[in-house]
């Protein structure tokens, strides 16, 4: 069941406008669908444009086509935020909510793929840096309160092992977030606020919805993410860090005060994979978490 106007953020309610990045899929699908179903005018954007074509036509069903504007955009080239900035302020005037959702998960090791190290950060750093860049400017002046959801990971912040470029990407979404959130918080009767959504393991194309396989208990589905990240929003929230079925959120705060402990208690890098620390850890969690129950 969709929220009412009256559940979210007071600038999340029907009539105004949601310009959604990575919405050909995954997040970026599901928050076009659940903000429609608030009444906000809707436009999409992503690179895939089949499956941003079925986006706006789920969409348009919820709406109505008038309400509606498919945009296919390559976020990593400026000229395409910019038009897509065009588009939505010729045909509405205002943004009320901005999602930075857009995002690639290509592999690339310390010393290897070095080709899809720049497309990661061309896609999941610049491609923020590009939209922030194109519509806050226009947003500032805007009378009404609006919001700039940017999409990191958690990766971005315990830093496992598997995968250093798209992490180093995502700990980027964090620090540009932040700071984007400080300079708003200093701008003169700036009506504008940014929220970090943080993602648990949710059932996309990234982690393997588009397989045919059933999706794991474990899992959320995009649905019940984009749910919770409105419901944190409404809370004013910036640190929007999504529990799932198999992590619960007290498990990531320990975890994220683990690797903080890392710099503070001069431990190696990635202390909680090491040999000689990984006891340490699992002792920890299970006294930290035996403390709150």
């Not at 509405?92 to 310390?110: D, H, P, Q, R, Y």
């Amino acid at each position: 069941m969709a929220p009412t106007d009256s559940q979210v953020h007071p600038v999340i309610h029907e009539g105004r406008v949601a310009v959604i990045t990575g919405a050909a899929s995954g997040i970026g699908r599901a928050a076009a669908l659940e903000l429609a179903k608030i009444g906000l005018k809707i436009a999409v954007a992503d690179v895939n444009e089949d499956g941003l074509l079925q986006t706006g036509a789920e969409v348009a069903k919820i709406v109505g086509e008038a309400n509606v504007l498919v945009v296919p955009t390559n976020v990593s080239k400026l000229d395409d935020v910019v038009r897509l900035r065009d588009k939505v302020y010729e045909a509405w005037g205002e943004v009320g909510v901005l999602m930075n959702n857009a995002g690639i998960g290509l592999n690339g090791t310390s010393w290897d793929g070095l080709d899809n190290w720049h497309k990661i950060f061309d896609v999941n750093v610049f491609g923020i840096v590009n939209v922030q860049q194109t519509f806050v400017p226009s947003m500032l002046h805007q009378e009404n309160p609006a919001v700039i959801l940017n999409t990191g990971s958690k990766q971005g912040i315990t830093n496992p092992p598997g995968n250093a470029a798209y992490n180093a990407s995502k700990a980027a979404v964090k620090s540009l977030t932040e700071g984007l959130a400080h300079e708003l918080r200093g701008t003169p009767e700036s009506n504008l606020t940014a929220h970090l959504l943080i993602p648990g393991w949710v059932w996309t194309g990234m982690t393997g919805a588009n397989s045919g396989a059933e999706k794991p208990q474990g899992a959320w589905t995009p649905q019940e993410t984009v749910l919770y990240a409105l419901d944190q929003v409404r809370q004013g929230k910036f640190y929007i860090l999504c529990p799932d079925n198999e992590t619960r959120r007290e498990v990531d705060q320990l975890r994220i005060m683990w690797t903080a402990g890392d710099v503070a208690e001069g431990r190696p890098a990635l202390s909680r994979w090491h040999r000689d620390y990984k006891p340490l850890f699992e002792e920890y969690l299970k006294d930290g978490l035996s403390q709150l129950d």
